[in-house]
């Protein structure tokens, strides 16, 4: 099974985390099983996504550190059903001519 979806940040903004032990301080959430890890580090914010792929699903938890609202770009290759939990914060995802499709709100799913 191929990622579903990736994030569109350059990839001089990847740092790599070759072991666990290198996950950010701010990291709430550490998936101890996720074989893939990448952690991104604009000035505006920063984003940790932990991923594992177990075909038939695919398990991203993804936290961000961010200090105001910011434009994280991705693009889905297939249609996909997404199912989210949403546990601090929210978001809104919008098309790519950033008009809204949803907002989510914290402590929901």
Known sequence: ???PYFLKFEDEHL???HQYSQ???WCK???HFAPERRYFKLPQIELLSQQLNQEPFFIDLVQINAKEPAYIPFD???RQLYL???LKGSLLYTTGD???IIRTQ???F
């Open 15 to 17: 740092i790599p985390l």
């Open 1 to 3: 099974m191929k990622i």
């Open 76 to 78: 889905i290759n297939d």
């Open 23 to 25: 996950l950010p301080d």
């Open 84 to 86: 989210y939990f949403m």
């Open 98 to 100: 950033y008009r809204p």
């Open 29 to 31: 959430y550490p998936l």
């Open 106 to 108: 914290p402590n929901t």
